[in-house]
């Protein structure tokens, strides 16, 4: 009689450890959102790498996290998600309030007591799986060695690699022991692959796989294709087809989670509704602000003539077209065709608006107050075409944001009702083009992180804003009514720039004072103002102006 082998859909992890008391561990990964809760205070602080855990606080896990904690023995515990536990006052006892844990130690060396809502048993082996099941009691699959599982009762249950059983609530006894699928179970199980590190025992366990995949290559085994559920008694355990969770498991996703891990193209200027979430999942937080309503992708491109907002519009706050990896906006070749009357630099224009596209006159419109404002980012970076020119009506304020580097290549926004703000967490560069708010706006470019880069850009406002957390470098660029104009970064450089009389021009850096040798083409300074060559106030070099009409101050 052939062996009838199942998978098991549980996220588990390896329990071991050393006769040691399991009181503290440090954690050595952390993947998105994991907590600790503090059991005196109830505190709630966020965990990080290298940061000590200790008894009788909490792990909370969220959806899609993991974390791996190294107590001082060496035994490993990971955590997947939606799971919470601790570790008891003494001993080795760990509490799974729910979801699923990973303990290894080397051979012979680990032990403890696992508690559930409703069940607790001894558990003995070096790499094993423990998930809570839903109802109160738990599962244990063994990945290598042998487990000696014993309930408070003295009944005790033996399995080798690769067998399953539950611990039933109540302390009732033990479910029917049963053979999984390592194979799949390994290849399938983020306690296993989602990690850097390897477990020390992953050659074991590739050694036991393969003596179950030649016998079932050999007939002496069969797989199934059933996966082992969450519910079991004396005699029966939960069983599925496969197929039917894989579906379960893509149907449980948010509708929102779904958006964002699925790539879309758009040529049109209607955006997918089934796309668009009230209080979205904002993948990038750090350079966006609130996103009250937004359209979300995984990778986004658009390669039409443009975005309606208008049925949008009445909710008000700020919508977002949000990408959790890169959003791009590409050139429409039938909107901008090379032909030998028309060049390569041919420009492409790309409009926001909230009704039908209405051309923009290159400088700004008619100014209007309006409660919806528009953001357009990418996680891994918001890329837009060269020669590219954005036309915003009717949308209010415009803000492009990266959350990682951007560089705008002669790209030029036009926005007739509200201001402009380009932001990128790391390294921020525009290179030509033209930034123009309406007359009651203003334009503002900030990097998060990294430096700013400012070359031969025009400005056609009365109000700019200048931001970075390095080095601020701006070179050549033209201002058209400007009244006030604002740089800050740990270091300021300048060349090729000429500040109208009259002009108000706050410059902040690190230490606050202007460099030595101004208007010299003299090196840099860092923590310093740089005028390093052609900077001029009212037709005069610059530093004449410097507390007249220029302001030199330190960073708060």
Not at 100 to 118: D, Q
Request: charged share 15%; net charge neutral.
């Amino acid at each position: 009689m052939n062996k009838l082998i199942l998978t098991s859909t549980a996220v588990l992890l390896t329990v071991t450890g050393y006769p040691a008391d399991l009181t503290k561990a440090r954690f050595t990964q952390v993947v998105n959102q994991v907590k600790i809760i503090s059991s005196s205070t109830k505190g709630i602080a966020e965990a990080k790498v290298d940061l000590e855990f200790l008894t009788p606080d909490l792990v909370q896990t969220g959806p899609r996290s993991l974390a791996e904690l190294r107590a001082p023995d060496d035994t490993i515990t990971r955590v997947g998600s939606n799971t919470i536990f601790s570790f008891a006052r003494r001993g080795r006892e760990v509490n799974l309030q729910r979801g699923s844990l990973l303990f290894h130690s080397p051979k012979g060396k680990g032990g403890g007591t696992i508690r559930t809502k409703a069940a607790s048993a001894s558990v003995l082996g070096t790499t094993i799986m423990i998930t809570a099941t839903i109802d109160g009691g738990f599962k244990s699959i063994v990945l290598e060695g042998r487990c000696q599982i014993q309930l408070p009762n003295g009944d005790f249950r033996q399995l080798d690699s690769g067998q399953v059983t539950f611990v039933l609530p109540g302390e009732k006894g033990f479910g029917p022991t049963l053979d999984v699928n390592l194979e799949k179970l390994v290849e399938g199980s983020k306690l296993v692959q989602g990690f850097e590190e390897e477990l020390p025992s992953k050659a074991t366990i590739d050694q036991e796989v393969e003596k179950q995949v030649k016998l079932i290559e050999s007939g002496q085994a069969e797989d199934t294709g059933l996966l082992v559920g969450q519910k079991a008694d004396e005699d029966e355990v939960q069983v599925v087809k496969s197929e039917f969770i894989e579906q379960t498991v893509s149907d449980t996703r948010s509708a929102q989670q779904r958006a964002l891990d699925t790539d879309v193209t758009q040529a049109g200027t209607t955006l997918n509704g089934s796309r668009v979430f009230a209080s979205p999942i904002n993948p990038v937080p750090s350079v966006t602000g609130t996103i009250n309503n937004g359209f979300l992708a995984n990778n986004a491109t658009f390669t039409g003539n443009g975005i309606n907002f208008g049925p949008y519009t009445g909710a008000g706050g700020n919508f977002g077209v949000l990408a959790k990896g890169t959003l791009a906006i590409k050139a429409n070749t039938a909107l901008a065709t090379v032909s030998a009357r028309q060049p390569a630099s041919s420009t492409h224009n790309f409009s926001l608006f909230a009704s039908s596209p209405t051309p923009v006159a290159a400088g700004p419109g008619t100014p209007t107050t309006l409660p919806f404002n528009t953001t357009l980012a990418g996680r891994q970076g918001l890329t837009i075409d060269p020669n590219t020119q954005i036309n915003a009506v009717g949308v209010g304020n415009v803000t492009l944001a990266s959350g990682s580097t951007m560089a705008l290549n002669n790209v030029s926004v036009f926005n007739q009702n509200g201001s402009v703000t380009v932001n990128a967490n790391s390294d921020l560069e525009t290179s030509g083009g033209t930034f123009s708010p309406s007359s009651v706006g203003y334009v503002k470019f900030k990097s998060v992180a990294g430096n700013a880069m400012v070359v031969n850009t025009g400005f056609s406002t009365s109000t700019v804003m200048m931001q970075a957390a390095q080095s601020l470098n701006v070179n050549g660029a033209s201002f058209s009514g400007l009244t006030s104009i604002a740089m800050d970064a740990r270091t300021v450089n300048m060349w090729n720039l000429n500040f109208a009389a009259g002009t108000t021009v706050n410059l902040r850096s690190q230490i606050g004072q202007l460099a030595p040798n101004p208007n010299t083409g003299a090196p840099s300074v860092p923590g310093h103002v740089n005028f390093i060559q052609n900077v001029n106030y009212g037709g005069e070099p610059a530093q004449f102006a410097v507390g007249a009409g220029i302001n030199i101050s330190p960073l708060p």
